[in-house]
């Protein structure tokens, strides 16, 4: 099987785009391989870049290659990704099983993740870039609940250590010689960071050919960011080739407790942070998509050919991050409140033969 795929995010002032190919091969009948290879090419600059900063562009590859093992009704995965650009460096291996219980109506599925990471910024030696670690845990059962119903739910704690903050991100505090002015300062984050996220997602089968997606994630962390998300998505089949596809995404933080847009003066806390993903906010994502699939025999030594598009629109509201770039004579805090809306958008072809 081939997968290729094309993705682009535009939005924030940001655009971010590039191509993912994946391969896979079977082996025997009970073992898979697979390699993928994946780009993001970066260019221009993100609000806290351009308050400060000229645009600029980069390009970040990830390379993975795996295995799939099966063996009566347990299946294994083992996998290993590279992820480099100019001033990150990332290494992490995955390791996954399932096993299928109860006429195969169960499914406990048990994952881990290790990763070793490299910070550093532009044009510093490799060797003084600092080092992060992650650690993932995943624990997921599936449910047949009747012919046309599922239900499924995930638990996953993450464990993250080291340089955390990013390198280039500063937060600002008010000028002590014009408290009508603002000054900039580095960002200092926890070394250590703790998350659980809590996942319930239900299918059900309509009687036209159609699908109902319902989905709610509740995620926590050490840090105090608690955030709820909420899915809807519905897909349609029409005739035998078309599948149409929408969705309704609502997402809602709160902010860390070392976040703030505005500090009273430098180095006013332990820890400093100003970053908006941080910060509390909420907002909506809604999708669309089309597939059309070309079933075996139509194109010689062809099983299976699918070309997908998927388009997703994102709003999103920020209660307190600012956006100091907008024009006009602000005092410090009071400049309008940042909104982002961005575009993502996908484009794959798959083929099976």
Known sequence: ????????????????????????????????????YY????????????????????????????????????????????????????????????????????????????????????????????????????????????????????????????KLENPYRVNRYIDPNDSTAFLYQPELYPDTRTSTAVGFRGMYFLPYRASLKLEYRYFSDSWDIRSNTYDVAYSHAFKERWIFETRLRYYQQDQARFY??????????????????????????YGLGVSYEVKQGVIPFVNRLQLSFLADFLNYDYDNFRDVTAGGNYLPGEEPLYELDAWVTRTSLIVEF
């Open 1 to 36: 099987r081939s997968d290729a795929m094309y993705h682009s995010y535009s939005g924030d002032g940001v655009t971010i785009d590039g191509p993912s190919v994946l391969l896979r091969k079977k082996v025997g009948n009970k073992v898979s391989l697979s390699a993928n």
């Open 260 to 285: 703030s847009d505005l500090f009273p003066f430098a180095n006013s806390q332990t820890h400093l942070a100003r970053d908006k993903e941080l910060s509390a906010y909420s907002g909506f994502t």
């Open 39 to 162: 780009v993001d090419t970066i260019s221009g600059a993100s609000i806290d870049v351009r308050a400060q900063a000229s645009e600029y562009r980069e390009e970040r590859t990830e390379t993975t290659v795996g295995a799939d093992f099966l063996h009566n009704k347990t299946l294994m995965n083992v996998s290993y990704t590279n992820s480099s650009e100019n001033d990150f460096e990332a290494n992490s291996y995955h390791l996954s099983f399932s096993q299928d219980f109860f006429g195969d109506l169960t499914t406990l599925s048990l994952a881990y993740a290790r990763g070793w990471d490299s910070v550093g910024q532009r044009g510093q030696a490799e060797s003084d870039w600092e080092d992060k670690d992650l650690q993932n845990y995943k624990l997921g059962l599936t449910q047949v609940i009747t012919k046309n119903a599922l239900f499924s739910m995930d638990i996953d704690i993450i464990s993250d250590e080291g």
